[in-house]
Nanobody, 113 residues
Framework: QAHVVESGGGLAQFGGSLTLSCVVP????????VKWYHQGPGKERERIAS???RSTVSKWGRFTVSRDNANHTAYLQIDNLQSEDTGDYYC???????????WGQGTQVTVSA
């Protein structure tokens, strides 16, 4: 059973940058792919970025995912924050060969002008 913990949310400035963290302490983290999801107020949850088990950095437009396997941590950097970036952010991990996708509880981001 994986324990996934996101952090780094809060109030963020429009046009600025923010980095969220995802810690997964009880896994062979290097064997797992990581995905980040966003759910805006009143909207469906959607996947916004991911990184496979072999990569260290993966860019998705304004979103950059990176990972530090030694510290069991993945990051999501969001650049040029927009109002629509407001919402809950979730990190998931899934073994490279498939299987269950483990979810964290999420961290909330509010972008203010």
């Amino acid at each position: 059973q994986a324990h996934v913990v996101e952090s780094g949310g809060g109030l963020a400035q429009f046009g600025g940058s923010l980095t969220l963290s995802c810690v997964v302490p009880r896994l062979t983290f290097s064997e797992f792919q990581v995905k980040w999801y966003h759910q805006g107020p009143g909207k469906e949850r959607e996947r916004i970025a991911s990184i496979d088990h072999r990569s260290t950095v993966s860019k998705w437009g304004r979103f950059t995912v990176s990972r530090d396997n030694a510290n069991h941590t993945a990051y999501l950097q969001i650049d040029n924050l927009q109002s629509e970036d407001t919402g809950d952010y979730y990190c998931t991990v899934q073994h490279r060969i498939g299987g269950h996708e483990y979810w964290g509880q999420g961290t909330q981001v509010t972008v203010s002008a």
